[in-house]
């Protein structure tokens, strides 16, 4: 539970990552210990901060290209089955982190991660370059942005694993609690800032403009994460003894599925969340369609609701850490809640009530996501970490591409607002499971209380 102080976070970080206690290659180098525990954590520690800002740029590109392209769709590209044509593109952009993740688990086991970061944003920054350059010199086939959006998934499913994986091997361990809160109210804050983004590009500067913008950001990203240095970043006769110790006494490794099958407790969160994921995704593309069906507006309009979202879920990924109760039980709580937030604009179809709602909905989506992940990090044990987060990313995003699909084809057969009313009334079983759910003597020692 993420009320224990920060000092109980030392049982999460490998042993192995640290070898000099005393070695802090990230801190700057001036002022005292207790200035430097003053400053914010992205200011005192370089490395961190050259990450967190790489983090900044790619998830609001891969957010600002998939809200661009998905009312490019619905407002321009496609004349009819406009819900199916962008139902399919969000299914695209999910499906990667679903069918991509024992390749993702061994890559972040295996690999430096921060090479694995660096790449990842270096080929996105490549694909979209392309993507930008087919934009300017013509017609842009449908099927292009579809395997552009695919190819920037992709190389998003290593990179967020990849990050969360890597976050002990930047910061103290009193600091890993406050990296993750960091890192995740970054997803909503670069959520916030893509999506607002993404419809007024496309709008204004069209595909192309949208693609060199995310360009600019990838690449910006890779070359941020090349200049950190991790604390595994050894040479010399460090690196030489790790080699022939690793030789010597080769790390046991373990499924996906045996990750999972020791972690009963954390599976059935799992299956919780992926159960309500199959309606919240959908809000993706319920936004476009509502957006020019019901409420008659344009990019601006999008970008206000996406926004609201966006803000929503900011403000809950600084305030989740000091919901009261149990992750189990606050994070029902939390999805009634939503439900009720994106059920009502089903009812009222007034643009302030629905920026209300969605505002209320994100702030529940950014509180359950920084309580369970700081629970997570407590209860999985360090060494199935680069496997774990890999599965969490694939179990919870397998409902994603079934969510935009579905929501997506039935778009093009009812109103939006019937789409709304489905999405609430699907997270109420959702919730009550989760509510009922009892956790271990493990998980209540490990800070559920």
């Not at 539970?1 to 109980?8: G, K, Q, V």
């Not at 299914?91 to 993702?104: H, S, Y």
């Not at 941020?224 to 050894?234: C, E, G, I, M, P």
């Not at 460090?238 to 990750?259: K, V, Y």
């Amino acid at each position: 539970m993420t009320t224990t102080p920060p000092t109980a976070e030392t049982p999460t970080r490998p042993t192995t990552t640290t070898p000099d206690a005393t070695e802090k290659p990230t801190a700057p180098e001036t002022g005292t210990a207790a200035g430097r525990r003053r400053a914010p954590l992205v200011l005192r520690n370089r490395a961190f901060g050259a990450v967190w800002l790489g983090q900044v740029l790619t998830q609001a590109a891969v957010r600002m290209f998939q809200v661009g392209v998905a009312w490019w769709i619905v407002a321009y590209a496609v004349e009819e089955a406009r819900g199916l044509a962008s139902g399919l593109f969000m299914a695209a952009c999910t499906l990667p982190a679903v069918a991509l993740a024992p390749v993702v688990a061994a890559a972040v086991a295996r690999c430096a991660h921060r090479a694995v970061l660096r790449s990842a944003a270096a080929l996105a920054g490549c694909a979209s370059g392309a993507l930008a350059l087919s934009a300017y010199g013509g017609g842009l086939p449908l099927a292009a942005v579809y395997a552009s959006g695919l190819a920037l998934a992709a190389c998003q499913a290593f990179f967020d694993p990849c990050l969360t994986t890597s976050v002990p091997e930047s910061v103290d361990d009193a600091d890993v609690e406050t990296a993750t809160g960091f890192e995740l109210s970054t997803q909503s804050l670069a959520g916030l800032g893509g999506a607002l983004l993404g419809a007024l590009t496309v709008d204004r500067a069209g595909v192309a403009g949208l693609a060199a913008g995310c360009a600019a950001a990838y690449l910006g990203a890779a070359l941020l994460v090349a200049s950190a240095r991790f604390r595994t970043d050894r040479t010399g006769a460090e690196a030489e003894a790790d080699a022939q110790g690793a030789a010597a006494d080769p790390p046991r490794r373990r499924t996906l599925r045996g990750i999972l099958g020791d972690l009963p407790y954390v599976r059935r969160i799992l299956v919780c969340f992926t159960a309500a994921n199959l309606f919240t995704a959908a809000v993706f593309v319920v936004i476009p369609l509502y957006t020019r069906s019901v409420l008659a507006g344009g990019g601006g309009t999008v970008a206000l609701l996406e926004a609201a979202l966006g803000t929503g879920t900011l403000v809950g990924a600084f305030t989740g850490t000091r919901l009261p109760g149990r992750p189990t039980v606050a994070g029902a709580y939390a999805l009634g809640l939503m439900a009720l937030a994106l059920a009502l604009p089903g009812l009222f179809a007034h643009r302030l009530v629905i920026m209300g709602c969605l505002a209320v909905a994100g702030w529940c989506a950014g509180a359950v996501s920084v309580r369970f992940v700081a629970l997570f990090q407590r209860l999985v044990p360090p060494a199935d970490k680069p496997g774990f987060f890999a599965v969490m990313q694939a179990v919870l995003g397998a409902s994603l591409p079934v969510a935009s699909l579905a929501f997506g084809l039935a778009g093009d057969f009812l109103s939006p607002r019937v789409l709304c009313l489905v999405q609430g009334a699907g997270l109420v079983p959702a919730a009550f499971a989760l509510a009922l759910l009892k956790a271990p003597a493990a998980a209540s020692a490990g800070g559920e209380r």
